[in-house]
């Protein structure tokens, strides 16, 4: 299972828009999926994880 992506809560995540079958087992499992072009980065083979840095998260 890919898992390049960015989670915002433990509802929602954004993953890129070509992973449409990742996108489609998350929200069998009630997840919220949100997706994005990753076209610059994919074809480099960097994902949605390269797009930001590490997030503190308060509360």
């Known amino acids: 299972m890919g898992c390049n992506g960015l989670v915002l809560s433990k ?3 954004i ?3 070509n992973l449409p ?7 069998a499992e009630g997840l919220e ?3 994005t072009p990753i076209d610059a980065l994919s074809w480099q ?3 949605f994880r390269c797009w ?3 997030l ?3 509360g």
């Open 52 to 54: 930001h840095h590490p």
């Open 56 to 58: 503190i998260r308060l």
């Open 45 to 47: 083979g960097g994902g």
């Open 15 to 17: 993953i890129g828009d």
């Open 21 to 27: 079958g990742l996108k489609k087992e998350l929200e």
């Open 11 to 13: 509802d929602s995540i």
């Open 33 to 35: 999926v949100i997706t």
